[in-house]
């Protein structure tokens, strides 16, 4: 290797690892707003079952029956 390869080996190392920090921060970031939005959806998807603006379906009242609040919920 040459002296003048070093500095250009050093400037495109220094290119790429801040290329790869920001990736990585825009990964964390979708990952943490998808999960917000699949909790937000989860919440409002049971709040929804509880006050019978949606049917419930009918998997999970065949697993819940054996309780009986959640048999006035499955009627």
Same mark, same amino acid.
Not at 6 to 28: A, C, F, G, M, N
Not at 44 to 53: E, M, P, Q, R, V
């Given at each position: 290797?040459?002296a $003048?390869?070093?500095p250009?080996l050093k +400037?495109? *190392? &220094?290119?790429y690892l &801040? &290329?790869?920090?920001d990736? +990585?921060?825009?990964t +964390? *970031?979708? *990952?943490? @707003?998808?999960?917000?939005? %699949?909790?937000? @959806?989860?919440l +409002? ?7 019978? %603006?949606?049917n419930? =379906? =009918? *998997?999970?009242? $065949?697993? %819940? %029956?054996?309780?009986? $609040? @959640?048999?006035?919920?499955? &009627?």
């Amino acid at each position: 290797m040459t002296a $003048h390869a070093i500095p250009q080996l050093k +400037s495109r *190392l &220094k290119v790429y690892l &801040k &290329k790869l920090v920001d990736y +990585s921060w825009d990964t +964390s *970031l979708v *990952l943490t @707003f998808g999960f917000g939005a %699949i909790m937000i @959806f989860m919440l +409002s998807y049971g709040l929804a079952i509880t006050y019978k %603006i949606i049917n419930t =379906p =009918p *998997l999970l009242c $065949h697993y %819940i %029956i054996g309780n009986k $609040h @959640f048999e006035d919920i499955c &009627k």
